[in-house]
């Protein structure tokens, strides 16, 4: 069992408190995009964000309502992390608890993946990551705990890996007949000195420029163009930190199900919701939150 390490922090430790944090995120969503209990699109991936709750909940919440309407046909959630503590790229077989329940892996398909891949299952790798663990919840709500989860931590690989490991997922998808939701877990820019990337400082539209560099990163992610997307985060310097994540998901849709297209379905700053003010140490720091949905 795969023990919560960051609930209390990045979300509520409570059932209770988990449970009104969510469906406020929820109703939040629901009422700025307009997303209602009918939507109808077919989606079958997404990128979501990881930070913690209060920051980034609305716009992970805006991503899950859209798939809330098709939670009860999707029986497995194959959530794509990265290791914030080392290199490490792994899978974990175990099941995941949260304050919202067990998350119960699918372990067949685990095993599927680690043999067909490579990706070695490395219990202890997950222990203190945050990236898949804030996933978790939001699917445990949508699906009624009752879909089961296969948690991949991709860590520094080659372009050269990233494209087999996902070749090789997308064809176990395409030759099985389970329906999977994927997503990737990933932040966008971290800006400020503090994240040693601040190329817009003393700029007065720093807010604006950085939105525009993250979606000239979201143009060739939403076209499953992995390349030019990582050519484009190492020439520009974007701390985009789940970036290899958000690769080995457009490699597997590249594979899985080639004609996909993302859509950008929402974006902020951690400035937007807590706006800095003269005199705050941060005052010039910032996270960036998207989520793009592949229909």
């Not at 995941?96 to 299952?121: D, F, H, Q, S, Y």
């Not at 996933?135 to 494209?163: L, R, W």
């Not at 966008?188 to 525009?212: C, L, M, Q, V, W």
């Amino acid at each position: 069992m795969r023990s919560p390490a960051v609930a209390g922090q990045f979300y509520p430790g409570t059932e209770q408190g988990l449970r009104t944090e969510i469906a406020k995120y929820f109703e939040q969503a629901n009422k700025e995009a307009g997303i209602g209990k009918n939507e109808k699109s077919r989606i079958i991936a997404a990128i979501m964000p990881h930070a913690g709750y209060f920051f980034s909940g609305k716009c992970a919440a805006t991503g899950y309502s859209l798939i809330k309407s098709q939670a009860a046909k999707t029986k497995t959630y194959i959530v794509i992390g990265i290791n914030h503590h080392s290199n490490e790229t792994s899978i974990s077989k175990e099941d995941w608890k949260t304050p919202l329940g067990i998350a119960e892996t699918n372990k067949e398909l685990v095993e599927r993946i680690t043999k067909t891949t490579g990706i070695p299952i490395n219990e202890n790798a997950h222990r203190a990551e945050h990236s898949i663990e804030v996933q978790i919840p939001f699917i445990q709500y949508i699906t009624e705990n009752k879909a089961k989860i296969v948690p991949i931590m991709i860590g520094q690989e080659s372009v050269a890996d990233i494209k087999r490991m996902g070749r090789k997922i997308g064809e176990l998808l395409s030759a099985g007949k389970e329906r999977v939701m994927i997503i990737a877990s990933s932040d966008f820019t971290h800006y400020g000195a503090g994240y040693g990337y601040a190329p817009f400082a003393n700029n007065s539209d720093a807010r604006k420029k950085i939105e525009e560099l993250d979606k000239g990163a979201v143009e060739y992610i939403k076209k499953l163009e992995t390349e030019k997307f990582l050519k484009y985060v190492h020439t520009t310097g974007a701390t985009i930190c789940g970036k290899n994540a958000i690769a080995l998901l457009l490699e597997i849709l590249r594979q899985y199900k080639p004609d996909t297209r993302g859509e950008l379905v929402c974006y902020y700053t951690s400035s937007d919701v807590m706006p800095n003010r003269d005199g705050d140490r941060d005052r010039d720091m910032s996270v960036s939150y998207g989520c793009v949905v592949f229909k």
